[in-house]
């Protein structure tokens, strides 16, 4: 799996937060809010935080409602 990870597409903050239709300071709270929100991130420096497209993913399918089952 470890290759897939280097392989695979990445998003730097701004990067995630053009994707997902929000501004970069709401990703960069989701990761220091107690506990930390928002999908999994990789800390390359203090300057630099990146997400991997497959978490992304993966968070994002964790927060799928479907409105015939949330009744």
Do not use: C, H
Not at 32 to 55: C, E, H, K, M, N
């Amino acid at each position: 799996m470890s290759v897939e990870l280097i392989a695979g597409r990445w998003y730097s903050t701004e990067e995630l937060a053009q994707l997902l239709g929000v501004d970069a300071s709401s990703v960069r709270r989701w990761r220091t809010s107690r506990p930390p929100q928002g999908p999994p991130f990789v800390r390359l420096s203090s300057r630099l935080t990146i997400y991997s497209a497959v978490d992304v993913e993966e968070w994002l399918r964790s927060r799928r409602v479907d409105p015939g089952k949330a009744a």
